[in-house]
């Protein structure tokens, strides 16, 4: 059980969106102090966990290539924001 954006409507807002097919592509757009969020749509929730290691993205990756959930985006948060919105 990873950390989580909160409230996860406000990361669109709050993050820079950034694109990549692979954790390595979107960790390499990351500037110095930013953390790489995901947003994820589950049906009956949304959520955005911080992707902090390959294996964390994967997991969360296989679900969405199986259709289990829906991906809807990556962001870098700064810091500061971090701190705020993830628990």
């Known amino acids: 059980m990873g950390r989580y954006?909160?409230?996860t409507n406000e990361?669109?807002?709050?993050?820079r969106e950034i694109y990549g097919n692979?954790?390595?592509e979107l960790v390499n757009q990351l500037?110095?102090?930013e953390y790489l969020i995901g947003l994820y749509d589950?049906?009956?929730?949304k959520n955005a966990p911080h992707l902090y290691s390959e294996r964390?993205?994967?997991e969360f990756e296989d679900q969405a290539n199986a259709?289990?959930?829906l991906?809807?985006?990556y962001y870098a948060v700064s810091e500061d924001i971090y701190r705020l919105h993830v628990r």
């Open 31 to 33: 500037q110095e102090g």
């Open 67 to 69: 259709g289990i959930i």
């Open 5 to 7: 954006f909160n409230p």
């Open 56 to 58: 964390e993205y994967n």
């Open 42 to 45: 589950r049906g009956i929730f």
């Open 11 to 15: 990361v669109a807002s709050k993050g």
């Open 22 to 24: 692979s954790y390595d």
């Open 71 to 73: 991906h809807e985006g």
